[in-house]
């Protein structure tokens, strides 16, 4: 497809468990971001890439998430030992390049839901 | 703190009517602002975006948004509602210090009626 697509759509796991979440972004876009939208708010940013190197992840909330862009294109957002309060769901987007005046183009996003 | 607010948890429109849906920001220096809009099951999708020069900006599916820095507003306007612009509506500033870093508000939800 054309778009940012995301994997999976839907996520159920268990207080604890670890959880991977994928995007592939939009070939050729060298920027990826990731963001968390909770119920009722506005996306959050957590990081984003400028190729394979994290170039700002000051959003990550605590060192339970870590995400990599190994090969510059697909990205894995990967959380442990998962808390309830995790639940939401984490959009990617992808750009052309790393530049302010430049759209994001947002993939539908993964929900997870921890039990 | 750079910011972004959106005063209305929902706006509600007749179709034809004009639309307004506000946003007001807080930044240190020039502003990059952004509306983007959420459909139900969809992604969020880009309508446009204000850097520098005239401070009407037109964006797609007939929507502008007006920039004024004196109100410290972003407001998004359409001279005539239609029932399919009904969607979740969000303001967005970059955010200082990272080309990437979005700041955006808590979205505005758009309820257009025939």
């Known amino acids: 497809g054309a778009g940012v697509s995301q994997t999976p759509s839907n996520k159920v796991t268990e207080k604890g468990k670890y959880v991977e979440l994928r995007c592939d972004p939009i070939?050729?876009?060298?920027?990826l971001y990731w963001y968390r939208q909770s119920l009722g708010q506005g996306p959050e940013f957590l990081i984003y890439?400028?190729?394979?190197?994290?170039?700002?992840d000051s959003g990550l909330p605590n060192d339970r998430f870590f995400a990599v862009r190994p090969e510059g294109s697909v990205s894995t957002l990967k959380i442990q030992r998962t808390e309830r309060g995790d639940s939401a769901v984490y959009l990617c987007?992808?750009?052309?390049?790393?530049?302010?005046?430049?759209?994001?183009?947002f993939g539908e996003g993964s929900r997870l839901t921890v039990l | 703190a750079q910011s972004v607010a959106q005063p209305e948890d929902q706006v509600n429109v007749a179709e034809g009517n004009p639309l307004t849906v506000k946003c007001t920001y807080s930044?240190?220096?020039?502003?990059?602002l952004f509306w983007y809009v959420q459909y139900p099951n969809r992604g969020l999708q880009f309508l446009l975006k204000?850097?520098?020069?005239?401070?009407l900006v037109k964006g797609s599916y007939g929507f502008e948004a007006e920039f004024n820095k004196s109100q410290t507003s972003f407001h998004l306007k359409k001279p005539s509602a239609l029932v399919s612009d009904s969607a979740l509506y969000f303001c967005?500033?970059?955010?200082?210090?990272?080309?990437?870093?979005?700041?955006f508000g808590k979205g505005t939800k758009l309820s257009v009626k025939p």
């Open positions: 987007a992808s750009s052309p390049l790393v530049v302010a005046t430049g759209e994001l183009f």
């Open positions: 070939s050729g876009h060298t920027a």
């Open positions: 890439f400028q190729g394979t190197g994290a170039a700002d």
């Open positions: 930044v240190s220096g020039n502003p990059y």
């Open positions: 204000y850097i520098t020069g005239d401070n």
């Open positions: 967005a500033l970059k955010g200082g210090g990272s080309q990437g870093n979005l700041i």
